[in-house]
């Protein structure tokens, strides 16, 4: 599984906001808990790629506040979680909240590993104000970077590209940030659990880095519990990635030069910042706050693409995202604006249900569409106004053929853009040009200076270089004890490793120099251009890890940092990387922090500043003084002749005594120089006669070293010489002056000696260093008789590049006319831009109808659903009646026997009806005759 530190990072803060409790495998602790989270400015940069409001929701936090907000009330009952840096303000801070009791318990967790005196300062602190109990638990995070993207991260450590070139930093300084870049560098190890393999070009920060970095792992890797889980040996290379560590000089063109691609393009113009934004809105709306990272489809999938690419497909998506309303429309009958019925709904079901289902997609898509939309109007504003394409293209054409002509140098120097362009393009064309004409550089500078640009930063560069080809003069910093440090440090690597960046520049197809070494250090194959590499294996012994042993490749992974400040454009390039070679996987790319082209010019301007190039320095005029080269001749001649005034009044015969001292030291010092010299001539003779003039002309910059180191020796020699001229000069008024203290006679004598002493700590040094480019000499040249072959394979290759090139010329002619095309189309998409405004409008009243609609359906669903719990309660209803007509169905057929029972008796009933009738005729017919008789009979009795 590839290394994915945006997914570590996440889940070890959401770890910490639940309180460090184990997680579920939905990712939530077993008991919700609502706490409050406190942070610092430092950690809140860490939180804002990462988790949103609504995160902080689902994880129990319902408050949030920043550690230094003043005004915070007591929250009783209530767990709070601390994510701050551990630093002494932090812990004073954390130290008076607890004493205040604002929260039940406090959970503190530290972005990195808190040092044990600051640890005591919180306990000692806790104790005094009975709160002790108030601190539940305390972890070290180490979590101090930024994950920006999930195979970019940031140390967010500014101006570390300057603190590094500063000539006036002492050696203290450089080892703070030395110690502060390697244990960042440590966090995101531990994050990621691996120890990798560390790779790095010798000399410089990146060597420096690398072997600190190297002794924390090792340190670490003897604790039983330790934050590294990997298993296996240190020989298998498939498990474990491969550290590259480079410094912002080894490649400098590439973070300074303009690129048209959609992420760098929307970093550099627009300001991308913790994957934010602000543009402008239309028509004077205020400006709008976009976030671009993984959750962004569009982002994801175009961000590496050129912006007229990224217009075209914003167009795409637009039309996309209409023809599928329109189909859903006409899915569901909206579109011909019929009202829903009964049937209708009963009918069109299906489609009713998907697209309700679907409009939370299309308003989704719909709101990426416009965001993009949005920042694409704004970049194509701004494009036009400063003609980056026109920048892009020239600085694209500088690299490959070395240089420009004149007239197109000054026609982009004096056209559209601002003067940060200007002064970027004046740049790039200091760096690409190998042999820089002193007229067109004055022609240039005077450009600049009627563009209203400062000019620090050209200066800074150009003197630099100048440098660089012709060691004239030594440095000096204001620590007198680290001038040869500083020299080699700002000589030995700026503009060298940029000069060799252009030369990787010009071959393999453009491929940026950092890809490349990335490629070549991956694969594991020898190649003499990158053996000299430091190689450190922390799981390996410690006398194998320097270059005996080494870990075989391939490397399927790679983790790619650089110190002093990254970009955008090499992390797109190393992306590229992974897609076209099958040996890398996966390249997790960082840097100190994350810069826009004008940013890194800016250092280089303070830089030029320091140097007192170009524009006064904010800082002491004696630290000016010991910055520029030549100030600090200027001033060593100065506090020599200081030293002497002092002691005007000393002795005649003392000051003798200490003269003959000095003198004869010095006098020694200069036996131990010639000797050097000597030596040095020896060893150039010796290459000299005992090779052909082509190994001479291959061992040049084998020699590179030697002569740095015979530039070294005659500056201090001079510097030696002059040590005995101010006493020379003062010696009359010595002798004329009047006694002094003996007090003041050793004085003098003591800061001599320490003058001495100090130019005998270099001689030493220089010694040391002689003798090393001794042994390096007889290394490389053996390294070039191994490399004859290789050679002869490189100058073939030369050839066949130098025919490409000029078909690359030719090609370029030709795409002038694609060039006018795409002006052309960039004019259209402008045109195309304002009808797709007009078109937007007419979508928000489509949107506005289909929310209508979508009100329409959303009572025609209610409807149906009530319907249906309708027929659900007859269908129950229905089978209640059923089970009563089988029960009726019986008892009828319980009655239709009853019935013809019945019906028998009836028939019965009625024949006894018959006789009865009968019977009762006859009875009549018997009464009537009595009642005649009776009537006779009564006749008869009246009668008588």
């Known amino acids: 599984m590839a290394l994915n530190l945006r997914q570590k ?104 590993s808190i040092p044990r005196k600051l640890l005591e300062d919180l306990a000692s602190g806790t104790l005094k104000s009975s709160s002790v109990e108030k601190v539940s638990k305390v972890y070290d995070q180490y979590l101090e970077f930024v994950t920006l993207e999930d195979n970019l991260f940031s140390l967010a450590q500014q101006s570390t590209y300057v603190q590094l070139n500063d000539p006036s930093a002492g050696d203290k300084e450089i080892e703070e940030i030395i110690e502060k870049v390697a244990s960042s560098l440590f966090c995101v190890l531990a994050t990621l659990g691996v120890v990798p393999v560390i790779r790095c070009p010798r000399g410089g920060p990146a060597e420096m880095v690398a072997s600190l970095l190297d002794q924390k792992l090792r340190d670490h890797l003897l604790s039983k519990n330790n934050l590294f889980t990997e298993g296996g040996g240190f020989m298998s290379s498939f498990q474990r990635p491969l550290l590259c560590i480079f410094d912002r000089n080894f490649e400098l063109s590439v973070g300074i030069q303009h690129d048209f691609r959609y992420r760098p393009l929307v970093h550099d113009v627009l300001g991308l910042k913790l994957n934010r934004l602000d543009v402008q809105g239309e028509k004077g709306s205020g400006m709008k706050s976009f976030e671009l990272d993984s959750s962004d489809p569009f982002w994801s999938a175009n961000s590496s693409l050129e912006f007229p690419e990224v217009a075209v497909e914003i167009e795409t998506q637009l039309n996309k995202y209409k023809r599928d309303v329109e189909e859903v429309n006409k899915r569901t009958g909206g579109g011909s604006g019929a009202e829903f019925d009964g049937t209708d709904l009963i009918g069109n079901t299906k489609h009713l249900m998907n697209a309700v289902n679907s409009l939370p997609e299309l308003t989704e898509r719909k709101q990426v569409i416009d965001k993009h939309t949005n920042i694409a109007t704004a970049l194509l504003g701004q494009i036009k106004e400063r003609s980056i394409d026109a920048f892009t293209k020239k600085e694209g054409d500088m690299m490959m053929r070395g240089g420009i002509d004149r007239a197109e140098l000054m026609a982009a120097l004096k056209g559209k853009g601002t003067e940060m362009d200007k002064l970027r393009f004046a740049i790039m064309y200091l760096i690409s040009t190998e042999t820089i004409n002193q007229s067109e550089v ?53 503009i060298s490793a940029v000069t060799a960046g252009v030369k990787n520049l010009l071959s393999s197809d453009q491929q940026l120099a950092v890809t490349r070494t990335v490629e070549a250090l991956t694969e594991g194959r020898p190649n003499p251009e990158f053996d000299s590499y430091l190689f450190l294996d922390p799981r390996a012994p410690k006398s194998s890890s320097g270059g005996g042993i080494h870990v075989k490749g391939p490397f399927r992974e790679a983790i790619v940092f650089m110190i002093g400040g990254g970009n955008y454009v090499e992390y797109g390039s190393l992306q590229e990387l992974t897609q076209r070679q099958l040996t890398v996987k996966n390249v997790i790319y960082g840097a100190t922090e994350i810069l826009t082209g004008g940013e890194l010019v800016e250092q280089l301007g303070v830089l030029g500043k320091k140097m007192g190039l170009g524009g006064p320095v904010a800082s002491s005029s004696a630290s000016s003084a010991g910055e520029n080269l030549q100030a600090y001749d200027l001033e060593l001649l100065k506090g020599l002749g200081m030293a002497c005034k002092e002691d005007t009044n000393a002795s005649a015969q003392e000051f003798l005594t200490t003269e003959m001292i000095c003198k004869s030291e010095l006098e020694s010092r200069r036996l131990q120089v010639d000797s050097l010299e000597a030596e040095l001539l020896d060893v150039k003779a010796y290459l000299e006669f005992g090779s052909s003039d082509e190994d001479a002309r291959k061992e040049v910059g084998a020699l590179s070293g030697v002569r740095t180191t015979a530039t070294m020796l005659r500056y201090l020699r001079s510097k030696a010489r002059i040590l005995a001229i101010p006493c020379d000069v003062e010696q009359m008024e010595l002798k004329e002056s009047g006694s002094s203290s003996g007090v003041e006679d ?105 929310k209508r609609e979508f009100e329409l359906l959303k009572a025609h669903v209610t409807t149906f659903t009530s319907v249906r719990d309708t027929l659900l309660s007859s269908e129950r209803q229905f089978k209640t009646i059923e089970s009563l007509f089988e029960r009726l169905v019986i008892k009828t057929s319980q009655l239709e026997g009853e019935k013809a029972q019945k019906e028998a008796e009836v028939q019965n009933l009625m024949e006894e009806n018959v006789k009865l009738t009968a019977l009762l005729d006859k009875k009549e017919a018997q009464l009537l005759a009595l009642n005649e008789q009776c009537k006779v009979m009564a006749l008869r009795g009246s009668n008588i």
Request: aromatic share 6%.
């Open 9 to 112: 990072q996440t889940e070890c803060i959401i770890r910490m906001l639940n309180l460090n409790q184990p997680l579920n495998p939905s990712g939530n602790a077993n008991e919700e808990v609502y706490k409050i989270l406190i942070y610092d400015r430092f950690c809140q940069k860490i939180l804002s790629p990462l988790i949103h409001v609504k995160d902080l929701r689902k994880h129990g936090v319902t408050l949030y506040f920043l550690l230094d907000k003043k005004d915070r009330l007591p929250v009783h009952d209530v767990p709070a979680v601390y994510f701050v840096q551990p630093t002494q303000s932090n812990i004073q801070r954390i130290i008076t909240d607890a004493s205040n009791s604002l929260y039940d318990t406090f959970h503190l967790n530290f972005s990195s």
């Open 442 to 494: 004055e022609a240039v500078e005077a450009a600049l200076n009627e563009a209203g640009a400062d000019t620090s930063a050209f200066q800074y560069v150009k003197k630099i270089k100048s440098l660089n080809v012709s060691l004239a003069a030594s440095a000096s910093s204001a620590s007198r004890s680290n001038i040869v440090d500083w020299a080699e440090k700002l000589y030995g690597q700026s």
């Open 746 to 850: 050793r004085a003098y004598a003591s800061e001599m000696l320490e003058s001495i002493e100090m130019v005998t700590r270099v001689l030493e040094s220089l010694v040391r260093r002689v003798t090393e480019a001794e042994s390096e000499t007889a290394l490389h040249k053996e390294m070039v008789l191994l490399g004859e072959e290789e050679i002869c394979r490189k100058t073939v290759q030369i050839e066949h590049l130098s025919v490409r090139l000029e078909e690359m010329e030719r090609f370029t002619h030709g795409t002038h006319g694609v060039m006018e095309e795409l002006r052309e189309r960039i004019d259209e998409l402008v045109e195309e831009t304002a009808r797709q405004k007009e078109r937007a409008e007419e979508n928000d009243e489509e949107l506005r109808r289909v």
